[in-house]
Protein backbone atom coordinates (compact mmCIF):
# COMPACT_ATOMS: atom_id res chain seq x y z
CA UNK A 1 0.00 0.00 0.00
CA UNK A 2 1.36 3.53 -0.89
CA UNK A 3 1.36 6.20 1.21
CA UNK A 4 0.49 10.11 0.22
CA UNK A 5 2.29 11.11 3.49
CA UNK A 6 5.10 13.56 3.02
CA UNK A 7 5.44 12.27 -1.26
CA UNK A 8 5.96 14.79 -3.82
CA UNK A 9 4.17 14.97 -6.58
CA UNK A 10 3.35 16.66 -9.93
CA UNK A 11 0.00 16.79 -11.27
CA UNK A 12 -0.50 17.97 -15.38
CA UNK A 13 -3.57 19.41 -16.39
CA UNK A 14 -3.81 20.46 -12.31
CA UNK A 15 -5.84 23.35 -13.18
CA UNK A 16 -9.07 22.11 -13.84
CA UNK A 17 -11.10 18.85 -14.45
CA UNK A 18 -10.26 15.86 -12.58
CA UNK A 19 -6.31 17.22 -12.39
CA UNK A 20 -7.14 19.72 -9.80
CA UNK A 21 -9.42 17.02 -7.94
CA UNK A 22 -6.47 15.20 -7.91
CA UNK A 23 -4.11 18.23 -6.06
CA UNK A 24 -6.83 18.44 -3.41
CA UNK A 25 -7.09 14.70 -3.00
CA UNK A 26 -3.21 14.65 -2.67
CA UNK A 27 -2.64 17.42 -0.56
CA UNK A 28 -5.27 16.22 1.88
CA UNK A 29 -3.37 13.01 2.25
CA UNK A 30 -0.42 15.05 3.19
CA UNK A 31 0.90 15.14 -0.30
CA UNK A 32 2.84 18.05 -1.42
CA UNK A 33 1.79 19.17 -4.99
CA UNK A 34 3.13 20.87 -7.49
CA UNK A 35 -0.21 21.25 -10.05
CA UNK A 36 0.97 21.86 -14.30
CA UNK A 37 -1.30 23.98 -16.51
CA UNK A 38 -1.41 25.56 -19.73
CA UNK A 39 -3.43 27.93 -17.50
CA UNK A 40 -1.07 29.41 -14.53
CA UNK A 41 -3.99 31.38 -12.70
CA UNK A 42 -6.19 28.13 -12.84
CA UNK A 43 -2.87 26.16 -11.60
CA UNK A 44 -2.61 28.92 -9.11
CA UNK A 45 -6.07 28.58 -7.81
CA UNK A 46 -5.86 24.79 -7.30
CA UNK A 47 -4.49 24.70 -3.60
CA UNK A 48 -1.36 22.89 -4.90
CA UNK A 49 1.96 23.98 -2.77
CA UNK A 50 3.43 25.19 -6.38
CA UNK A 51 1.82 26.29 -9.80
CA UNK A 52 3.17 26.21 -12.89
CA UNK A 53 2.15 27.13 -16.16
CA UNK A 54 3.54 25.44 -19.42
CA UNK A 55 1.97 23.34 -22.07
CA UNK A 56 2.76 19.86 -21.75
CA UNK A 57 3.35 19.61 -25.23
CA UNK A 58 6.12 22.04 -25.11
CA UNK A 59 9.58 19.54 -24.08
CA UNK A 60 11.74 22.17 -22.80
CA UNK A 61 8.74 23.87 -20.64
CA UNK A 62 7.80 20.43 -19.05
CA UNK A 63 12.02 19.69 -18.76
CA UNK A 64 12.42 22.79 -16.47
CA UNK A 65 8.56 22.04 -14.57
CA UNK A 66 10.19 19.00 -13.15
CA UNK A 67 13.45 20.06 -12.85
CA UNK A 68 11.51 23.01 -10.40
CA UNK A 69 10.23 20.43 -8.56
CA UNK A 70 13.11 18.23 -7.52
CA UNK A 71 15.21 21.51 -7.11
CA UNK A 72 12.65 23.36 -4.94
CA UNK A 73 11.39 19.92 -2.94
CA UNK A 74 14.29 17.72 -3.00
CA UNK A 75 12.51 14.37 -4.93
CA UNK A 76 10.03 13.64 -6.87
CA UNK A 77 7.91 10.61 -6.02
CA UNK A 78 4.19 10.74 -7.83
CA UNK A 79 3.81 12.02 -11.40
CA UNK A 80 -0.01 12.14 -13.12
CA UNK A 81 -0.50 12.57 -16.64
CA UNK A 82 -3.79 13.92 -16.57
CA UNK A 83 -3.66 16.88 -18.99
CA UNK A 84 -5.71 16.23 -22.36
CA UNK A 85 -7.83 17.92 -24.52
CA UNK A 86 -10.45 16.76 -27.47
CA UNK A 87 -12.44 18.53 -30.53
CA UNK A 88 -15.80 19.18 -30.89
CA UNK A 89 -17.33 16.24 -32.77
CA UNK A 90 -15.51 16.46 -37.03
CA UNK A 91 -14.31 14.12 -39.43
CA UNK A 92 -10.60 14.08 -39.68
CA UNK A 93 -11.78 15.39 -43.87
CA UNK A 94 -13.21 18.58 -41.98
CA UNK A 95 -11.20 19.51 -39.41
CA UNK A 96 -8.72 22.59 -39.31
CA UNK A 97 -5.69 22.04 -40.40
CA UNK A 98 -3.09 20.91 -37.36
CA UNK A 99 -6.28 20.37 -34.93
CA UNK A 100 -5.86 16.46 -34.46
CA UNK A 101 -1.84 16.84 -34.19
CA UNK A 102 -3.33 19.49 -31.45
CA UNK A 103 -4.74 16.61 -29.72
CA UNK A 104 -2.09 14.32 -30.42
CA UNK A 105 0.73 16.68 -29.14
CA UNK A 106 -1.28 17.82 -26.08
CA UNK A 107 -2.90 13.83 -25.27
CA UNK A 108 0.44 11.51 -26.06
CA UNK A 109 3.57 13.97 -26.78
CA UNK A 110 2.29 15.92 -23.41
CA UNK A 111 2.46 12.25 -21.28
CA UNK A 112 5.91 11.84 -23.07
CA UNK A 113 7.52 14.89 -22.20
CA UNK A 114 6.40 15.00 -18.76
CA UNK A 115 7.36 11.52 -17.75
CA UNK A 116 10.79 11.65 -19.75
CA UNK A 117 12.48 14.36 -17.50
CA UNK A 118 10.98 12.72 -14.50
CA UNK A 119 12.09 8.86 -14.79
CA UNK A 120 15.14 8.97 -12.99
CA UNK A 121 13.79 11.38 -10.28
CA UNK A 122 11.02 8.75 -10.46
CA UNK A 123 13.71 5.89 -10.14
CA UNK A 124 15.64 7.50 -7.08
CA UNK A 125 12.63 7.44 -5.30
CA UNK A 126 10.69 4.76 -6.28
CA UNK A 127 8.05 6.61 -7.23
CA UNK A 128 4.94 5.95 -9.44
CA UNK A 129 3.65 7.53 -12.44
CA UNK A 130 -0.15 7.69 -13.74
CA UNK A 131 -1.06 7.80 -17.42
CA UNK A 132 -4.42 8.49 -18.67
CA UNK A 133 -6.02 6.46 -21.60
CA UNK A 134 -9.70 6.14 -22.02
CA UNK A 135 -12.38 4.16 -22.04
CA UNK A 136 -15.07 6.43 -24.64
CA UNK A 137 -14.46 9.41 -26.40
CA UNK A 138 -16.11 12.41 -24.18
CA UNK A 139 -18.80 13.50 -26.64
CA UNK A 140 -19.61 10.01 -27.83
CA UNK A 141 -18.65 8.32 -25.21
CA UNK A 142 -19.84 4.60 -26.35
CA UNK A 143 -16.74 3.87 -28.00
CA UNK A 144 -13.96 5.34 -27.34
CA UNK A 145 -10.15 3.50 -27.75
CA UNK A 146 -11.86 0.12 -28.02
CA UNK A 147 -13.14 0.77 -31.12
CA UNK A 148 -12.32 3.55 -33.83
CA UNK A 149 -14.25 6.63 -32.88
CA UNK A 150 -15.96 8.37 -35.59
CA UNK A 151 -15.66 12.04 -35.08
CA UNK A 152 -12.62 11.93 -32.42
CA UNK A 153 -10.46 9.47 -34.73
CA UNK A 154 -7.29 12.08 -32.88
CA UNK A 155 -8.57 11.94 -29.72
CA UNK A 156 -8.66 7.77 -29.72
CA UNK A 157 -5.56 7.42 -31.19
CA UNK A 158 -3.83 9.06 -29.17
CA UNK A 159 -5.77 7.30 -25.98
CA UNK A 160 -4.76 4.26 -27.31
CA UNK A 161 -1.14 5.00 -28.03
CA UNK A 162 -0.82 6.40 -24.12
CA UNK A 163 -2.06 2.82 -23.31
CA UNK A 164 0.97 1.72 -25.21
CA UNK A 165 3.35 4.07 -23.57
CA UNK A 166 2.12 2.60 -20.04
CA UNK A 167 2.69 -0.51 -20.56
CA UNK A 168 6.48 0.08 -22.22
CA UNK A 169 7.35 2.09 -19.56
CA UNK A 170 6.28 -0.35 -16.62
CA UNK A 171 8.36 -3.11 -18.20
CA UNK A 172 11.65 -0.31 -18.62
CA UNK A 173 11.41 0.54 -15.17
CA UNK A 174 9.99 -2.34 -13.05
CA UNK A 175 13.66 -3.09 -12.29
CA UNK A 176 13.90 0.11 -10.69
CA UNK A 177 10.93 -0.08 -8.10
CA UNK A 178 8.62 2.46 -10.41
CA UNK A 179 5.54 1.50 -10.32
CA UNK A 180 3.05 2.52 -13.22
CA UNK A 181 -0.93 2.71 -13.60
CA UNK A 182 -3.03 3.48 -16.48
CA UNK A 183 -6.38 4.66 -15.39
CA UNK A 184 -9.41 4.64 -18.30
CA UNK A 185 -12.16 6.93 -17.89
CA UNK A 186 -15.66 6.16 -18.60
CA UNK A 187 -17.46 10.04 -19.40
CA UNK A 188 -16.79 12.40 -16.53
CA UNK A 189 -18.63 15.45 -15.77
CA UNK A 190 -15.60 17.93 -17.49
CA UNK A 191 -15.60 20.07 -20.09
CA UNK A 192 -14.43 17.96 -22.75
CA UNK A 193 -17.70 15.92 -22.25
CA UNK A 194 -19.91 18.66 -23.13
CA UNK A 195 -17.86 19.04 -26.64
CA UNK A 196 -21.01 17.61 -28.02
CA UNK A 197 -22.83 18.47 -31.44
CA UNK A 198 -26.66 16.93 -30.03
CA UNK A 199 -28.07 18.09 -26.42
CA UNK A 200 -27.16 15.08 -24.02
CA UNK A 201 -30.10 12.95 -22.83
CA UNK A 202 -30.93 11.98 -19.27
CA UNK A 203 -29.52 8.37 -19.55
CA UNK A 204 -25.95 9.37 -20.60
CA UNK A 205 -25.85 12.70 -18.01
CA UNK A 206 -26.60 9.60 -15.64
CA UNK A 207 -23.43 7.62 -17.15
CA UNK A 208 -20.99 10.11 -15.73
CA UNK A 209 -19.18 10.45 -13.22
CA UNK A 210 -17.84 13.79 -11.31
CA UNK A 211 -14.24 14.71 -11.43
CA UNK A 212 -13.90 14.03 -7.89
CA UNK A 213 -14.90 10.49 -8.06
CA UNK A 214 -12.65 9.99 -10.92
CA UNK A 215 -9.81 11.86 -9.16
CA UNK A 216 -10.78 9.21 -6.07
CA UNK A 217 -10.45 6.47 -8.00
CA UNK A 218 -6.87 6.80 -9.70
CA UNK A 219 -5.85 7.62 -6.33
CA UNK A 220 -7.29 4.47 -4.66
CA UNK A 221 -5.73 2.71 -7.50
CA UNK A 222 -1.98 4.32 -6.78
CA UNK A 223 -2.31 3.15 -2.96
CA UNK A 224 -3.18 -0.48 -4.18
CA UNK A 225 -0.43 -0.15 -6.77
CA UNK A 226 -2.96 -1.24 -9.50
CA UNK A 227 -1.08 -1.52 -13.25
CA UNK A 228 -4.62 -0.62 -14.64
CA UNK A 229 -7.82 0.97 -13.16
CA UNK A 230 -10.86 1.40 -14.95
CA UNK A 231 -13.61 4.19 -14.01
CA UNK A 232 -15.93 3.80 -13.29
CA UNK A 233 -15.85 0.18 -12.68
CA UNK A 234 -19.57 -0.59 -14.55
CA UNK A 235 -16.97 -0.36 -17.87
CA UNK A 236 -15.08 -3.22 -16.88
CA UNK A 237 -17.13 -5.88 -18.54
CA UNK A 238 -16.20 -3.71 -22.22
CA UNK A 239 -12.79 -5.35 -21.89
CA UNK A 240 -14.01 -8.13 -23.37
CA UNK A 241 -14.31 -6.97 -26.99
CA UNK A 242 -11.19 -5.47 -27.10
CA UNK A 243 -9.23 -8.81 -28.55
CA UNK A 244 -12.03 -8.50 -31.18
CA UNK A 245 -10.16 -5.69 -33.26
CA UNK A 246 -11.00 -5.19 -36.29
CA UNK A 247 -13.31 -7.79 -36.37
CA UNK A 248 -16.19 -5.04 -34.35
CA UNK A 249 -14.78 -2.51 -36.95
CA UNK A 250 -16.30 -4.61 -40.11
CA UNK A 251 -19.86 -4.71 -37.67
CA UNK A 252 -19.21 -0.86 -37.03
CA UNK A 253 -18.97 -0.24 -41.06
CA UNK A 254 -22.46 -2.01 -41.56
CA UNK A 255 -23.91 -0.08 -38.87
CA UNK A 256 -26.76 2.61 -40.03
CA UNK A 257 -26.12 4.50 -36.63
CA UNK A 258 -22.22 5.01 -37.42
CA UNK A 259 -23.18 5.71 -41.32
CA UNK A 260 -25.94 9.03 -39.64
CA UNK A 261 -22.64 9.42 -37.63
CA UNK A 262 -20.17 9.77 -40.43
CA UNK A 263 -22.89 12.21 -41.97
CA UNK A 264 -23.18 14.31 -39.11
CA UNK A 265 -19.09 14.77 -38.64
CA UNK A 266 -18.12 15.34 -41.88
CA UNK A 267 -20.75 18.35 -42.33
CA UNK A 268 -19.52 19.77 -38.69
Known amino acids: MRDFSGAVALVTGGGGGIGAAEVRLLTERGATVCAVDIDEDAALGSGAALAIGADVADREAMAEAVDRVVTQFGRLDLVFCTAGITHRPATLRVLE ?38 MGWPPNSEFGTLLPTLGGVAYSTSKVAVEMLGRGLRIELSPYGVGVTIAYFGPVDTAMVRLTNVPPTRSSERLRISPEKAAAGVIRAVEREKVRVIIPGRWNFLNVVRPLGVHLDNLLLRSRKQRDFIRTYDSA
Open 97 to 134: PGTAQRVIDVNLVGTLNTLEPAIDPLIASRGHAVLVSS
